[in-house]
T-cell receptor, first 116, second 114 residues
Framework: AQTVTQSQPEMSVQEAETVTLSCTYDTSESDYYLFWYKQPPSRQMILVIR??????QNATENRFSVNFQKAAKSFSLKISDSQLGDAAMYFCAYRSPMQAGTALIFGKGTTLSVSS | DTEVTQTPKHLVMGMTNKKSLKCEQH?????MYWYKQKAKKPPELMFVYSYEKLSINESVPSRFSPECPNSSLLNLHLHALQPEDSALYLC?????????????FGQGTRLTVV
């Protein structure tokens, strides 16, 4: 079975600085999708960025980018120019082509605090 | 319209009550999901509906009863709940039940069982 590990329960960053959240996963599948979701205190899970395993190019979305290392099974999220609104819980998630895992497998989450 | 709307936002119910949670989307998505989330924990999958048919039931107790009356609507009927069932209940949808489709989440219903 696939697993997703986020080893940093909490992280903190100053406004305008850069922070990296780590995520590793375990799978024997060759194709899959990886996601980073953000959950602010408002509770809604918001998709931050997605990466298909077959694409070697790292995904970017404005200030958010990933470092996807398929061989190492690593999928870290880099947030540049951090803003107060980035404070939230961040979940790394895996989506398998097999039905049992298609409905997202989440890591335990990393709580990010941003200070001014 | 990229919204998944959940009602109510907050619900307090007694252990003998019957209540329902509602989830609606108008994005033409044919897969809908119920997740349960405890504080500071990741969401846990409860049910998946694909084309209005139940595809996955993650061994959820029968006091939770899902229903998908049409492609836009997903309900979760609650009966005889326990205090440990207090949690945030999240609904999500995706274009179809496939790994290469993005899941959109609602804001959740905060349920308290007293």
């Amino acid at each position: 079975a696939q697993t997703v590990t986020q080893s940093q329960p909490e992280m903190s960053v100053q406004e305008a600085e850069t922070v990296t959240l780590s995520c590793t996963y375990d799978t024997s599948e060759s194709d899959y999708y990886l996601f980073w979701y953000k959950q602010p205190p408002s509770r809604q899970m918001i998709l931050v960025i997605r990466q298909e395993a077959y694409k070697q190019q790292n995904a970017t979305e404005n200030r958010f980018s990933v470092n996807f290392q398929k061989a190492a099974k690593s999928f870290s999220l880099k947030i540049s120019d951090s803003q107060l609104g980035d404070a939230a819980m961040y979940f790394c998630a895996y989506r398998s082509p097999m039905q049992a895992g298609t409905a997202l497998i989440f890591g335990k989450g990393t709580t990010l605090s941003v200070s001014s | 319209d990229t919204e998944v709307t959940q009602t109510p936002k907050h619900l307090v119910m007694g252990m003998t009550n019957k209540k329902s949670l509602k989830c609606e989307q108008h994005m033409g998505h044919r897969a809908m999901y119920w997740y349960k989330q405890k504080a500071k924990k990741p969401p846990e999958l409860m049910f998946v509906y694909s084309y209005e048919k139940l595809s996955i039931n993650e061994s959820v107790p029968s006091r939770f009863s899902p229903e998908c009356p049409n492609s836009s609507l997903l309900n979760l009927h609650l009966h005889a709940l326990q205090p440990e069932d207090s949690a945030l209940y999240l609904c999500a949808s995706s274009l179809r039940f496939a790994f290469n489709t993005e899941a959109f989440f609602g804001q959740g219903t905060r349920l308290t069982v007293v």
